[in-house]
């Protein structure tokens, strides 16, 4: 009786709020706060008391109020957001009218990486320590962030465009070595100047379509080191190349990863025996449906960035270690390409909660027998935080089977996959004899 009245009590409130009657309203929830007992309400209350305080001190407790009932309640942590600086109103993105992404070339701001001394193009070094000058051979010092990369707010990046989107347009960059201007192609963000060979990467905090990495996992060794594991992994297949291999290629591509919480709700049976209460020595039997919650706990949950590579590089991907991850520096990209997502958060948020139903409908008949599991709700589990990923992979395409197969090689471990499929054959060194020499 009371939650129901608690119920009516919230609902008066609300319409009183939306027709501005900020007095009325706060009388209605003042009162709906006061008889309710179902967190629920509370949380909803303590929202909308917040939206009617002007005062920022009294607006973030009834925020925090919100929040200390219902933890997932995405409107007040959006608005807490808004309270910290952490999101500007201006850029919450009206899911009714969702920008159109901006067409023709954009100009793009860019980092340049050159030799202090000569003026020669510096690249990464594969040791994870220096830049190096191809030229003159000048070691810099690569100071990359302590620690590991953080992770982004779900609620706060779902409220921006950048969130929905997927950068589609080409940008214009303007060398500060020659003075040149290029284009780098909608997948890519760092290159290398056509004149004077100088490695530009892209500044992503100036980019409003592209949300930052947040974490990188440096290239490791070098092209030589690649060849040597592809070559392991050809001849630990028995694969015999129908033509000469091209050299691999090194790259980063992206990774979106979640953390995922909240609980699964689901119903069961359970078979149930009950003794005849006449003495006769039968037994009933009887189904009897259960349902509650089981806590959802899903840490660094992967999902490819991109499409174009996705399903080797979905194999490739449980053979990182994502715990070493170290903060995103644009140093890392020098002389290295990287590509651009093209699959936005949103979308692989969605893709990250299928998984991670399935994932627990899989464990689920095993927790909860001997119940028998009929149905599950995914209704309260939420995506809490993301985190965008440079992984390295070295590629190349190996001719087989009438067909180019496309071999990842992940450039932190050594571990090689693809979509070739095992066969025994012969003649390997010959056909790989030119990748080792080169």
């Not at 979106?256 to 609980?263: A, N, P, Q, V, Y």
């Not at 919650?293 to 994502?322: H, M, W």
């Not at 689920?364 to 599950?376: E, G, K, M, N, Q």
């Not at 496309?406 to 571990?415: A, D, K, T």
Request: proline content about 6%; glycine content about 6%; charged content about 25%.
């Amino acid at each position: 009786m009371f939650s129901d009245y608690g119920k009516e009590l919230l609902r008066s409130g609300i319409i009183e709020a939306k027709a501005g009657n900020k007095d009325v309203a706060r009388r209605y929830l003042d009162r709906a706060a006061y008889m309710s007992h179902d967190h629920d309400v509370l949380a909803e209350t303590w929202f909308w008391m917040s939206q009617l305080i002007d005062d920022k001190a009294e607006k973030r407790k009834a925020l925090e109020n919100c929040l200390a009932h219902n933890l997932q309640h995405a409107r007040a942590r959006r608005a807490l957001a808004i309270l910290d600086g952490k999101l500007k109103a201006d850029e919450i993105v009206d899911p009714d009218h969702l920008p159109l992404p901006p067409e023709g070339l954009r100009a793009a701001d860019a980092q340049r990486f050159v030799c202090p001394k000569c003026g020669g193009r510096m690249a990464f070094s594969p040791d994870g320590q220096s830049l190096t000058c191809e030229y003159c051979s000048r070691n810099q010092k690569f100071v990359a962030q302590p620690g590991t990369a953080d992770e982004k707010d779900f609620i706060v990046a779902m409220a921006t465009a950048r969130g929905h989107g997927k950068p589609l347009n080409q940008q214009v960059f303007h060398c500060e070595g020659c003075g040149c201007e290029f284009i780098l192609p909608p997948n890519q963000i760092s290159t290398t100047c056509v004149y004077c060979g100088s490695p530009h990467v892209v500044n992503w905090e100036s980019e409003e379509q592209l949300l930052a990495p947040d974490g990188i996992i440096p290239h490791q060794f070098d092209q030589q080191r690649a060849i040597k594991y592809l070559v392991e992994w050809v001849e630990k297949n028995k694969i015999q190349p129908e033509k000469k291999v091209d050299l691999p290629r090194g790259v980063y591509l992206p990774l979106w990863t979640f953390d995922l919480g909240g609980e699964i709700r689901y119903t069961g049976e359970v078979i149930e025996n009950t003794d005849d209460i006449f003495g006769q020595g039968a037994r009933e039997t009887r189904m009897r449906r259960v349902s509650d919650s089981y806590p959802v706990l899903i840490n660094d949950l992967p999902i490819p960035a991109a499409r174009k590579l996705s399903g080797v590089f979905q194999q490739l991907i449980p053979t990182f270690e994502l715990k070493a991850v170290k903060p995103y520096e644009a140093g890392y990209l020098a002389n290295w390409p990287a590509e651009v997502y093209d699959i936005p958060m949103a979308e692989a948020s969605l893709d990250a909660r299928v998984q991670a139903l399935a994932r627990y409908k899989r464990e689920l008949p095993a927790i909860i027998a001997p119940a028998r599991l009929i149905s599950t709700s995914s209704s309260n589990m939420m995506v809490e935080s993301f985190r965008l990923t440079l992984l390295p992979v070295w590629m190349t395409e190996l001719p087989f089977g009438g067909r180019e197969h496309l071999v990842l090689i992940n450039g932190w471990s050594g571990e090689a996959r693809s979509d070739l499929p095992e066969k025994e054959s012969s003649g390997l060194m010959e056909w790989l004899g030119d990748l080792i020499e080169g």
